[in-house]
């Protein structure tokens, strides 16, 4: 037995659930304990890493009964680098997780239930991180530069030589890449290389905390040359983000073929990871939202017109507003681009700190759709109408507590009912739950 108040360091454990971040959890004499590696069902050895007041941190050394969900890992350094957390987990049973995420959040915290469970959006689930950021670090000891994910729990870069979950043409550029920047003159002052993998290029931003010098420029130029890629300098902020080589390369965009959109966008703006559940997810967020020729709809925290865009194609006048007056700008652009300027309207303002501003700016609209940012959208829900207001509101949320607040908002104090809600599994083998809700009135 162990003192009492602590736990032991190792112990035996039955993973009653998985939690959003991908980890089982269990009790151990009591007290919730959160064991990484652990499946729903398995009875575990386990080491503990860490207390805390009311739970514990550890790892599973040791699975006693196995879940029929565990399969083995595709990549060989999972475990080691942080960049999933359930390639052990059977890929449909992972999607069933985060849906159990989701409905426990809206009941827990929204004190709501959807009347209709939507099926999870899926896609492939190798090869789909179409956007990524990648640590660059030389180490002596290792011989030379590391680029790749960090380590999990580490501030260390795993040292990898493949990814699974970027594209093959991108995963087979680790190796050239970590002997291009080991040949570099400035090798310990390039920190990340940033990944934008478009429908027509794929760009590669160097992120440089000294001006680089011919000799290595030659070698950047060289490695485009070679790899069919086109290099981005970045010498300070995301602003900064400037074309090296090839000047004459494509327009970098994603496309949404079914409303037949090209989005263009700089690397450095943001944009989904995932392309082809990007895809999938704008139109059921239309479909759902359901706008009509002439209609007046809202897209809150609209990026640079994922949404804004598709809802325009379909025949509604679209008003997309949005904090970053450069992104709003890129969306008036793409309107442009895709003919359809005279239905499209961008407004730069800033939704946090002054939700109800934001809605008069707005205008009345017959229909919203809402997409923020993890914090979500709790004062924007605060601040809509009692009575009126939008009929149909679709909510894309990348946190489920902070939907699940908002939620409770809707229903409880706008008397807004929860029609829909469901999963889009945008980030494969890890514990990140994207969701999209419908609510509408009546």
């Not at 890992?73 to 957390?85: E, L, S, V, Y």
């Not at 995420?101 to 190798?126: C, F, S």
């Not at 060289?222 to 983000?241: S, V, Y």
Request: proline fraction near 7%; include cysteine.
């Amino acid at each position: 037995m162990s003192e009492r108040g602590k736990a032991p360091s190792t112990g035996v454990a039955t993973i009653e659930s998985i939690d959003h971040e991908g980890i089982g959890v269990a009790h151990v004499e009591g007290k919730v304990t959160f064991l990484e590696g652990g499946i729903t069902g398995e009875r575990v050895a386990f080491a503990r890493r860490r207390a805390r007041g009311n739970f514990d941190l550890g790892t599973v050394t040791q699975v006693l009964r196995e879940s029929s969900q565990r399969v083995r890992p595709r990549c060989p350094w999972f475990g080691t680098c942080g960049g999933c957390a359930m390639q052990h987990v059977e890929a449909a049973a992972q999607v069933a997780a985060k849906q159990r995420v989701l409905e426990d959040n809206l009941e827990r915290i929204g004190k709501v239930r959807p009347e209709t469970i939507l099926a999870p959006v899926q896609g492939p689930a190798w090869g789909y991180r179409h956007r990524a950021r990648l640590s660059v670090h030389y180490v002596a000891k290792k011989g030379g530069v590391l680029v790749g994910f960090h380590e999990r729990r580490s501030s260390f870069v795993a040292d990898v030589t493949s990814c699974e979950v970027l594209p093959p043409s991108i995963s087979a550029l680790i190796v050239p890449l970590r002997q291009l920047f080991t040949g570099m003159d400035l090798r310990e002052r390039v920190p990340q290389v940033e990944l934008a993998v478009g429908h027509a290029v794929t760009v590669l931003v160097l992120r440089h905390l000294e001006p680089l010098g011919e000799p290595d420029l030659a070698r950047l130029r060289a490695f485009a040359d070679r790899h069919g890629i086109q290099w981005w300098l970045q010498p300070k902020g995301p602003d900064t983000a400037h074309p090296l080589y090839p000047q004459d390369a494509p327009a970098l965009d994603y496309r949404l073929p079914e409303f037949g959109l090209s989005i263009g966008y700089r690397p450095t703006e943001f944009t989904q990871v995932n392309t082809a559940v990007n895809r999938v997810l704008v139109k059921r967020a239309v479909d759902l939202l359901d706008p009509k020729p002439g209609e007046r709809v809202g897209d809150l925290f609209c990026g640079l017109g994922n949404f804004t865009l598709a809802l325009a194609a379909r025949g509604a006048q679209v008003t997309g507003m949005e904090g970053s007056a450069s992104l709003t700008a890129r969306g008036e652009a793409n309107a442009r681009a895709n003919g359809l300027a005279d239905r499209v309207r961008f407004l730069t303002y800033d939704l946090y700190t002054d939700a109800p501003g934001a809605l008069a700016k707005l205008g009345p609209v017959d229909k919203l759709l809402v997409d923020p940012p993890r914090d979500g959208a709790v004062e924007i829900c605060k601040a809509l109408p009692d009575e009126g207001g939008p009929s149909r509101i679709v909510y894309v949320s990348c946190s489920p507590s902070t939907l699940a607040r908002d939620a409770g908002v809707l229903v409880n104090v706008k008397g807004y009912r929860l029609v829909a809600a469901g999963v889009a599994n945008m980030f494969p083998h890890t514990g990140h739950v994207e969701s999209i809700a419908l609510f509408a009135k009546g």
